[in-house]
């Protein structure tokens, strides 16, 4: 089947390419070759229809054959009776090199011979007798190029509609090879969180296997969690839901966490990894958003490990005027020529045959691209086939200078360690699992300082628990909940609590939903599920203003 649509879509642009410009503008002239031995004929013709068309003449078969062979014809009209070559035999050639332009035959009253062999063998549009009245002759001209117009556009549709055909067919594949591989990625840690959760319920099994299988449920969730996060990721940014958050920030101390985490990775592969730093530690504070930037150079490395399977992987960055340009390079799979345009698209590998082998959904260098955008970076690369790639990340340089005292961490552990008062903190949340695993995380987080937590199921009830403390330090507080949500009771808290930090936790994370959030007057948000340190330093900032 594929191999008929191949064929269809090569013979429409064949006829296309054979005639040419098939579709004109409304300025644009139809391009006339009229062929007669008598060249008064010749010039009679060209005086009446030169300022409606381009007319091109010629005195011979011969001398038309050259003219069609190099300019672009619409219509032809030949005298039958010439020297050397008929117009029968003109015709006949035309009609086979080039099918699509019709056709008409000039002969006199006693060539009724001709004009059989011309209907029967040059599938002439029509022919007309000598002497030729305008008007007639002008109606069939207007005639033949009518429907030589409505041909070429028929063509044109039927090209058009074939590869709209032939890419919602790929799209389609595209989608399904996508959606396999999302059940992969989703089902490969379930898998492993369920079955081993199972296994830990099970009392003949030793401490060290114990911690052996919660390793494996840890691994496991993280792996869940990037997958999830991968499609939200992707979802926010092609509805251009995502806030770009600018701030000064350490480039050497990001690429030395990127180091850290890809490191294992290497190791494990047992593959040559290193990076280099072009700046100093001082010297490399730059302003731009760096969970955009941790994520494009992040998605890079990933796809560097994973289609290399042996020599290394190295990653820095150069200062080149007032740009920052890093590279990570690898000795991997490479991308064909061929294929180096598609690697943004989205769903598309390079290496389809691994796919059974690596992980991913093919967003990750889509998602690059687009986070590129939002910071104002450039992403380009090198490549050679079985050779390996280099990624270019280039974004501008605006050096900044940090702040050389404690950090918000170092100053909250020095708070807790000074303060003589219990931390009193509210968790409001529906769901009986979220709740203890904020409960405990929130003891370690303070640990070893006492703290007092109490709960709320939803929106009401926390309103009635605040009223009888109002000394509460902070309140985390779900979004949706039954009775009341987390919005409107954020707000009538804050009505007679205004000082009290309120931190939104959600499963919600789009732009419109921390604007909600602001609006309701919660002071901090964080998605679910919750990273332990990017809930540290939500408390320890509100702790240390409060």
């Known amino acids: 089947m594929k191999n008929k649509s191949v064929n269809f879509n090569r013979d429409l642009r064949n006829n296309i390419d054979k005639?040419?410009?098939y579709t004109l503008t409304p300025m644009e002239k139809f391009n006339i070759l009229y062929v007669d031995d008598e060249p008064s004929n010749l010039r009679v013709f060209k005086d009446t229809y030169r300022r409606k068309f381009n007319v091109f003449t010629a005195s011979s078969a011969k001398e038309g054959i050259k003219l069609l062979e190099k300019q672009r014809i619409d219509l032809i009209l030949s005298d039958q009776r010439m020297p050397e070559m008929t117009g029968i035999e003109l015709l006949k050639y035309s009609l086979e090199r080039f099918p699509n332009i019709n056709r008409i035959l000039i002969t006199g009253y006693s060539d009724i011979d001709a004009v059989e062999n011309a209907i029967n063998e040059a599938k002439v549009f029509q022919y007309i007798q000598k002497p030729w009245n305008e008007k007639s002759l002008s109606e069939v001209i207007d005639g033949a190029l009518r429907i030589y117009q409505l041909e070429k556009d028929n063509i044109r549709q039927q090209m058009e509609l074939q590869e709209a055909k032939e890419k919602a067919e790929e799209n389609d594949m595209l989608k399904t090879e996508f959606l396999h591989n999302l059940s992969h990625e989703i089902r490969t840690p379930l898998n492993g969180i369920y079955g081993f959760a199972q296994l830990l319920g099970n009392e003949d099994i030793s401490w060290e296997k114990r911690k052996e299988y919660v390793k494996i449920i840890q691994n496991s969730s993280v792996q869940l969690v990037n997958t999830v996060s991968t499609i939200l990721d992707f979802s926010k940014l092609i509805t251009q839901q995502v806030d770009v958050e600018k701030q000064e920030i350490s480039l050497n101390g990001l690429l030395r966490e990127l180091y850290k985490v890809f490191e294992l990775i290497a190791k494990k592969k047992k593959i040559e990894f290193k990076f280099d730093l072009a700046l100093g530690d001082n010297e490399s504070f730059i302003y731009t958003d760096r969970t955009r930037l941790y994520q494009i150079l992040s998605n890079i490395l990933d796809n560097a490990f994973k289609y290399t399977e042996t020599g290394l992987v190295k990653f820095g960055y150069e200062l080149e005027n007032d740009k920052i340009k890093v590279h990570i390079e690898d000795s991997g799979v490479g991308i064909h020529p061929d294929n180096q345009h598609l690697i943004f698209d989205r769903f598309t590998r390079e290496e389809k045959h691994l796919s059974n082998?690596?992980?991913?959904?093919?967003?990750?260098?889509?998602?690059?691209?687009?986070?590129?955008?939002l910071i104002d970076a450039l992403i380009s690369f090198e490549s050679e086939k079985d050779k390996g790639s280099v990624f270019y990340v280039e974004l501008p340089f605006k050096p900044t200078k940090s702040s050389k005292g404690p950090n918000a961490s170092e100053l909250f552990s020095s708070l807790l360690a000074n303060r003589t008062k219990k931390l009193k903190v509210l968790i409001v949340e529906d769901e009986e699992v979220n709740l203890y695993f904020l409960d405990i995380l929130i003891k370690k987080i303070t640990a070893p300082h006492d703290i007092t937590i109490l709960h709320a199921y939803n929106g009401k009830e926390a309103i009635n628990t605040c009223k009888a403390n109002v000394d509460l330090d902070m309140i985390l507080m779900d979004i949706k909940m039954p009775i009341l949500d987390g919005y409107e009771a954020t707000r009538r808290i804050k009505e007679f609590m205004p000082k009290t930090p309120v931190i939104a936790q959600t499963a919600y994370s789009t732009t419109e939903?921390?604007?909600?959030?602001?609006?309701?007057?919660?002071?901090?948000?964080?998605?679910?599920?919750?990273?332990?340190h990017k809930l540290e330093k939500i408390i320890s900032v509100h702790l240390l203003e409060k």
């Open 357 to 373: 082998n690596s992980s991913g959904l093919g967003l990750g260098l889509s998602i690059s691209q687009e986070n590129a955008k």
């Open 513 to 532: 939903d921390k604007e909600k959030a602001a609006d309701a007057g919660c002071d901090s948000f964080i998605a679910k599920p919750i990273d332990k």
């Open 19 to 21: 005639t040419q410009n």
